[in-house]
Nanobody, 127 residues
Framework: QVQLVESGGGLVQAGGSLRLSCAAS????????MGWFRQAPEKEREFVAV????????SYADSVKGRFTISRDNAKNTGYLQMNSLRSEDTAVYYC????????????????????WGQGTQVTVSS
């Protein structure tokens, strides 16, 4: 089992920044790819970003490319999502998720691929 706990959400004005963290425990963090997803009210969950087990590969949704940066510190068992130039449409509950390495990279953009999920952290961007 892997336990994931997100933190760092909050209320921020449009144009501002937030840094989300995802603290992992239970298994070897560096064996897992990590993804970030979000779900806005009355909308489906959507992919935001993913990082490979060693940080060597990253991928982003077009809507956040150039504004968000995913990273990880395997020594600290923690992943991050730096969010800059926030917009009102970024308002959502943000979830981190992990999947044991070895799966097709493109499949990591699909939520169903992931084995473990955090409880989510609310991000609200006021315009």
């Amino acid at each position: 089992q892997v336990q994931l706990v997100e933190s760092g959400g909050g209320l921020v004005q449009a144009g501002g920044s937030l840094r989300l963290s995802c603290a992992a425990s239970g298994r070897t963090f560096s064996d897992y790819a990590m993804g970030w997803f979000r779900q806005a009210p009355e909308k489906e969950r959507e992919f935001v970003a993913v990082i490979s087990w060693n940080g060597g590969m990253t991928s982003y949704a077009d809507s956040v490319k150039g504004r968000f940066t995913i990273s990880r510190d395997n020594a600290k068992n923690t992943g991050y999502l730096q969010m800059n130039s926030l917009r009102s449409e970024d308002t959502a509950v943000y979830y981190c998720a992990s999947k044991l390495r070895g799966v097709n990279w493109l499949s990591l953009k699909q939520g169903v691929t992931y084995e473990y999920w955090g409880q989510g952290t609310q991000v609200t961007v006021s315009s």
